[in-house]
């Protein structure tokens, strides 16, 4: 019975003193980006209205400090297969690569946190693409970081922000009566 006390205190003092992971996830946030009504929305939300070369969904990813990230890996998934990806499936520069069936692109990079560890990668939508559930994972240092779960949805669909509305005026606050 000491035995076996004494191991179970090794090995925990073994696991105690193992080195963590090198990379850790502090904090993550998705948003998407449209021109409406005349300004910019920015929104924390997981609904993108399909507006081709207009809306734009963005994920951030903080890393807690520690190490720098040598590689990173996002997968961006779509519900179907995309018949053109556009310039993203011909410039092998971009370091993307799209699946063989076109539902899947996949990007190596080399991160570049900013100096509180944030980096970030978007998309815009353009004509052609498919509504419905889509999904972006992230890796960095082939360590699963976090998922992001969103919908594509036609603008009909969309439920818009309001729209403020002006203020009443008096009737002579201009002096054109």
Known sequence: ??????????????????????????????????????????LNDTVV??????????????????????????????????????????NPDDGIDISADGSVAT???TPEPDAEGWFSHAWCVAAGDPTGDHAI?????????TRFDFTVVLPEDYYWPPIAQPGPRERSVDHSW
């Open 1 to 42: 019975m000491r035995r076996l006390a004494a191991i179970a205190a090794l090995s925990g003092g073994l696991l105690a003193s193992a080195p963590t992971l090198a990379v850790e996830l502090v904090d993550s946030v998705f948003q998407v980006t449209f021109r409406y009504a005349g300004s910019e929305e920015v």
């Open 49 to 90: 209205p399909l507006l081709p070369d207009n809306a734009c969904y963005t994920w951030y990813v903080r890393l807690g400090q520690g190490t720098a990230p040598k590689t990173a890996t996002e997968v961006l998934t779509l519900p179907v297969p995309l018949d053109d990806w556009g310039s993203v499936a011909t």
């Open 107 to 109: 990007r190596t990079f």
């Open 137 to 145: 994972a992230i890796a960095v240092d082939g360590v699963p970081l």
